[in-house]
């Protein structure tokens, strides 16, 4: 447990890292690129930043186990899916809708970790589980109900969720790691890993890496630095100072701010099912959260 200091500075960083976060949805949206090019760059840029702290990092990956660099692979790998499936889902989906689903990562975790991992789940953690379902569920039905004017919210919806259980795997893939491996070589590592996830992805699919306009190119360095640096890479510094089980609740606070600055920037308002199924999901989500860890 961090001492006293320690632990108010890393709960000022996740609130930090939360505000940092609730720009991502926005940034993808005011963007005219291709969703997977955005992906990439945010990662490829987030890399770059963080190339000028690295000094040392060599020596400490040359002592990093096989096994250990390979899960840190398979995290990389995962994360670029999270990025690909959810960045398609924001232009698809409403922002409150698809930020909200793709934070329901504590339910997926605590299934993983119990079909993977034999961890024990209590009748707390199935509870949230399923309130979080049954508020998946709600959201989606205003998609059914023609209730939105998003262009294809089942879809978006959809892959929201495939993005939160992808980011589960991620998270899961390398919670033992950074027991063992310090911030700067695991995140670069993983960083590096999902870009060339990400750059085989968009190879195959035959998008343009270059030839865009000079407001494009601020938004993928907006992305590295705000949901990228202040937000994703600090979220791994706090967790290292402050229970996990704290930082998954805290990020409930992102689909929250997501959804008043959609409302303040693009006059997104979300409907009333919408709202409701949202409510239920970050209760359901909370529940689990402060189970998993009781």
Same mark, same amino acid.
């Given at each position: 447990m961090a001492r006293f200091g320690e632990r108010q500075v890393a709960l000022a960083a996740v609130a930090v890292a939360v505000l940092a976060a609730s720009t991502s949805a926005i940034l993808i949206r005011a963007g005219d690129a291709p969703e997977p090019v955005m992906a990439f760059y945010r990662v490829v840029f987030t890399v770059c930043l963080l190339l000028p702290l690295a000094r040392g990092t060599g020596a400490e990956l040359s002592r990093v186990s096989r096994r250990d660099l390979l899960a840190a692979g398979v995290a990389g790998l995962a994360l670029a899916a999270h990025f690909a499936s959810w960045f398609e889902s924001v232009d698809r989906t409403t922002i409150a809708a698809s930020t909200t689903l793709v934070q329901t990562q504590p339910i997926f975790v605590a299934v993983g970790a119990f079909l993977l991992l034999d961890e024990r789940v209590t009748r707390k953690v199935v509870g949230g589980i399923l309130v979080a379902v049954v508020g998946v569920g709600t959201m989606s039905a205003e998609g059914l109900l023609g209730g939105t004017t998003a262009p294809a919210p089942l879809l978006g919806n959809a892959l929201a969720v495939v993005g939160a259980v992808t980011g589960a795997a991620y998270w899961l893939s390398g919670r033992s790691i950074r027991q063992r491996v310090s911030l700067l070589p695991y995140v670069l #590592? #993983? *960083? %590096? #890993?999902?870009?060339? =996830? !990400? $750059? #085989? %992805? !968009?190879?195959v699919q035959g998008q343009p890496l $270059?030839? *865009? @306009? @000079?407001h494009e190119w601020a938004l993928f360095l907006g992305m590295a630095v705000g949901p990228g640096i202040l937000g994703h890479t600090l979220i791994n510094w706090a967790l290292e100072h402050v229970q996990s089980s704290l930082v998954s609740v805290s990020l409930v606070g992102e689909p929250v701010g997501s959804t008043i600055l959609a409302a303040l920037v693009f006059g997104e308002i979300p409907g009333v099912i919408t709202l409701? =199924? =949202?409510a239920v999901v970050i209760t359901g989500i909370v529940v689990t959260a402060r189970a998993y860890r009781e």
């Open positions: #590592v #993983v *960083y %590096s #890993v999902a870009a060339v =996830g !990400l $750059l #085989v %992805s !968009l190879l $270059l030839g *865009y @306009a @000079a409701i =199924g =949202g």
